[in-house]
């Protein structure tokens, strides 16, 4: 049987690696430059939803330490960014995780790294779909000045229409293409960063008005200073947690200008934006709020929940204050439209090298977009969250805290396939030593560990909603669960697709893709 080498769209020019194994699947190229990437990798993380849904639960768990917890959960990920960095210059291809941890370790740790990243998007993806219509109906509420309007979130039958809507108004934006994506995303985040910039700026200005206030040290910066190495692992894994997405850049870097280099680049810039808008918020409300346990304090279980809606009023007053309540809603429905990006064309290169289904591996001529791909991971996000939603919030609670495993999972597998794909190349320098093995080893061990703690964790059926299955905490059930369904669904692949686990397809002596003809 002969071999024939599988070429790009007619007028697409191909995006192979240096050492060959990759093609272009016809994605629009040249889409996306650099301050477009860094705003989408802004988007995805959603900075303003994850602060409100934070800041409490880690001033529980470390105290006046929430900052320091922040530079220390943006650690691993620098680290790990130097690996997609490195990687991504050496082979631009939108599998990214995928692609690069095949090449790295053989087909099945990297269907496993992508499968990671799939089933963790598709959980923050429900999850950002929820959020934005809690949102959407509060502000509706506040606009109105009807509580019975604000009420209709509790009605779940329209709480879960509404989500719905806003998966399916998502999916749509970013079916019709990257640019249209970039767009809306310039509006969403330039609010989002001028909001929260305007609120930090107002609670230090405030602060010392109300009891609790806290004058600002230079000792919150001491990571050393939490008080045991337990509170140290849950707020680590909660910093770790609110970085998540900024990788978002580097899966369209078959669309971006200089695709070699950008995507990486715009992951670096998306990063530097990210940690100093935590480290603002996190000083600024610690200083105006302090961390106590009663009134506004950032320790009241009370305010822990969401903490912008019961700081927006006393810090911006009754006027600007609804403006937070806007940018919680424009950060949420900014990053479900964004996350979309890194799951379709992670699905588009799957589909492409054999290890899915053919049909996803089709582009919209006109848009040139993963359009099945697209729409597929839409249709997964509405059933997950509806099935969810349905069976119980328990359960929909218990599959959000076990995401950090998913992430862990597959940023560390990535980080690792670093540093075995460049072994060849750590003698040749001290530059080459340190970016392509030291960092990203480094990261990836760090990941590691809070991987191993947080399935410790998960055992205990106190962890998340406190519910268990047969005395197991039903977040590790749900969280291994889901990565063993992984594993079922490889082997079912293997056997329709063999070529692709043989190490036929993608891999790194192969020049080219190949297919049978």
Not at 371 to 379: L, W
Not at 478 to 500: D, K, N, Y
Request: aromatic letters at 10%.
């Amino acid at each position: 049987m002969t071999q024939v080498e599988v070429r790009p769209q007619a007028g697409k020019k191909a995006a192979a690696a240096p050492d060959g194994g990759v093609r272009g699947k016809g994605l629009g190229g040249n889409s996306v430059g650099l301050v477009g990437g860094a705003v989408i990798g802004v988007s995805t993380v959603a900075p303003v939803y994850c602060l409100t849904a934070t800041l409490g639960p880690t001033v529980g768990e470390v105290g006046v330490q929430m900052p320091a917890i922040f530079l220390a959960g943006f650690l691993p990920m620098l680290l790990v960014a130097f690996a997609y960095r490195e990687l991504n210059r050496a082979v631009p291809d939108c599998g990214t995780s995928f692609t690069w941890s095949v090449k790295a370790f053989g087909p099945r740790v990297g269907w496993m790294c992508g499968w990671g990243l799939l089933i963790a998007t598709v959980v923050v993806l429900s999850n950002l779909a929820g959020v934005a219509t809690s949102f959407f109906w509060l502000l509706a509420g506040e606009v109105t000045g009807s509580e019975s309007v604000a009420a209709l979130d509790d009605d779940k039958a329209v709480h879960i229409l509404t989500t719905l809507v806003l998966v399916a108004l998502a999916t749509a934006i970013s079916y019709r293409g990257i640019t249209a994506t970039k767009w809306v995303q310039y509006a969403l985040v330039g609010l989002q960063l001028a909001v929260i910039v305007l609120f930090a700026v107002m609670a230090v200005s405030k602060s010392g008005e109300i009891a609790g206030s806290l004058d600002f040290s230079w000792s919150w910066m001491n990571p050393f200073a939490v008080d045991s190495f337990g509170a140290f692992t849950a707020g680590l894994s909660l910093s770790i947690f609110i970085y998540w997405g900024w990788d978002a850049c580097l899966s369209i870097n078959e669309e971006s200008t200089g695709s070699a280099r950008t995507p990486g680049r715009a992951a670096m810039l998306a990063m530097v934006v990210i940690v100093a808008s935590y480290l603002l918020v996190a000083i600024a409300t610690q200083m105006y709020a302090g961390v106590g346990e009663k009134g506004t304090g950032l320790g009241n279980p009370d305010t822990a929940d969401n903490v912008f809606a019961t700081l927006a009023e006393p810090i911006m007053g009754s006027g600007l204050g609804i403006l937070l309540f806007v940018a919680v809603l424009a950060s949420a429905a900014a990053s479900l439209q964004t996350t979309f990006i890194p799951v379709a064309r992670t699905v588009l290169a799957m589909s492409t090298y054999e290890a899915l289904p053919a049909g996803f591996a089709k582009v919209h001529p006109r848009f040139q977009t993963p359009g099945r791909a697209t729409i597929a991971a839409g249709v997964a996000t509405g059933v997950f969250y509806s099935v969810m939603t349905v069976v119980s919030d328990n359960v929909l609670e218990d599959t959000i805290y076990a995401l950090g495993l998913m992430i862990c999972f597959y940023y560390a597998i990535t980080a690792f396939a670093c540093v075995w794909y460049f072994r060849g190349d750590l003698r040749r320098s001290t530059r080459e030593l340190m970016v392509k093995g030291v960092m990203p080893g480094l990261g990836g061990l760090m990941l590691t560990a809070v991987f191993g703690q947080t399935l410790y964790d998960m055992w205990d059926p106190a962890y998340g909603s406190g519910s268990s299955v047969l005395g197991v905490g039903s977040v590790f059930v749900i969280g291994v669960g889901l990565l063993a369904l992984g594993l079922v669904i490889m082997f079912v692949t293997e056997r329709r697709s063999p070529a692709f686990f043989r190490g036929e397809v993608l891999t790194k002596e192969t020049p080219s893709l190949v297919v049978p003809e």
